[in-house]
Nanobody, 119 residues
Framework: QVQLVESGGGVVQAGGSLRLSCAAS????????MAWFREPPGKDRRLVAA????????HYTDSVKGRFTISGDNTKNTVYLQMNSLKPEDTAVYYC????????????WGQGTLVTVSS
């Protein structure tokens, strides 16, 4: 089995920073991409940032561009999300995900880590 485990969440004051980490355990696998999603209270889970391993291409949702940075190591199936200049609207449960299908399907998920940004 494959397990993804997020860490680094917590409570931070607006304007502060957090660094989220995601590590895989269990059986080995190769991912084409890994990503971070977030689920604010009462809202749908949406993509925040993604990294495509083949060329290192990254994607960010507009609301976090310039503030968040995704990075990782595909050989270890690890991914990080550096979050700076945090805003209250960034409050959400953050999930890491991996695509091992090559079909843009995120088939492995972590259980989430809560980020709370106080105003």
């Amino acid at each position: 089995q494959v397990q993804l485990v997020e860490s680094g969440g917590g409570v931070v004051q607006a304007g502060g920073s957090l660094r989220l980490s995601c590590a895989a355990s269990g059986r080995s696998f190769s991912s084409y991409a890994m990503a971070w999603f977030r689920e604010p209270p009462g809202k749908d889970r949406r993509l925040v940032a993604a990294i495509h391993w083949a060329d290192g291409r990254t994607h960010y949702t507009d609301s976090v561009k310039g503030r968040f940075t995704i990075s990782g190591d595909n050989t270890k199936n690890t991914v990080y999300l550096q979050m700076n200049s945090l805003k209250p609207e960034d409050t959400a449960v953050y999930y890491c995900a991996a695509d091992s299908t090559g079909a843009r399907e995120y088939n492995y998920w972590g259980q989430g880590t809560l980020v709370t940004v106080s105003s």
